[in-house]
């Protein structure tokens, strides 16, 4: 059961509204259930208009789950986009690798259960905030 105070993590409907605004597609790209995601998109829909994504995924659109490319390059077929003109934003390691798989270039946003050591030469986001001002 979800908690129905959950809200997205700094930054991330400032940058959906972002990408929006400027005519960028947005994908949620996951390979969770379809149950799973139901129900984080009930709980984070006042904050963020699931509408605002032009594909969202599940596990039911990859052969094969996270590390492997499977759901990226799916999601990149079904919104024709290049991998090159793709930026992805993970939260752990394995989906991470998902992505790099895919040649697609991302940046690391870690959450409480990412269970990561990051090394002084990782970019780590805390607050997608940040990575707004990058694209400007």
Not at 11 to 22: A, H, M, P, Q, S
Not at 64 to 84: C, I, S, T
Not at 97 to 102: C, D, I, L, T
């Amino acid at each position: 059961m979800l908690s129905p105070g959950l809200r997205p993590r700094p930054g991330v409907k400032e940058l959906v509204d972002w990408c929006k605004t400027n005519g960028r597609k947005v994908g949620w790209i996951t390979a969770t259930s379809q149950a799973n995601l139901f129900a984080i998109g009930n709980a984070i829909t006042p904050h963020v208009d699931i509408n605002d994504f032009d594909l969202i995924t599940s596990g039911a659109d990859a052969i094969r789950p996270k590390p492997f490319a499977d759901v990226y390059e799916f999601a990149l077929d079904q919104m024709g986009l290049a991998a090159a003109d793709v930026l992805a934003i993970e939260d752990t390691k394995v989906c991470l690798k998902s992505a790099e798989s895919a040649n697609i270039e991302t940046l690391f946003f870690p959450n409480e259960f990412s269970h990561y050591n990051s090394k002084p030469t990782e970019p780590v986001l805390q607050d997608l905030r940040k990575g707004i001002t990058e694209l400007r």
